[in-house]
């Protein structure tokens, strides 16, 4: 479903390239100043490509709301020994050997 529909142009923004997006296709979006945001390329069944980009936010509340209940730790899971096994492990890794 279309809400809105806007012109622009692709610029040279420094190394890259840039779209600056209108005021209110940010409102009608719900996207503010400096919100992190997902870039997805897709291509539609008529082999034409889009652009959407979609708030992140939404996207991690979801996923965390996926992952409720999914990970079940040991009962004698502590971590503290967990965190000690695995930096005792890095030192090794690293240790030097002449």
Known sequence: MEIMKEHGKIKKWGNTKGIVLPKAVLSNANLKNKENVNITVETQPNGRKRIVIEDVTEDKKDLLESLV??????????????????????????????
């Open 69 to 98: 209940g999914t990970v079940s730790l040991p009962k004698d899971f502590d971590i503290k020994t967990e965190r000690a096994e695995r930096k005792q492990k890095r030192l090794v890794k690293h240790e030097l050997h002449y």
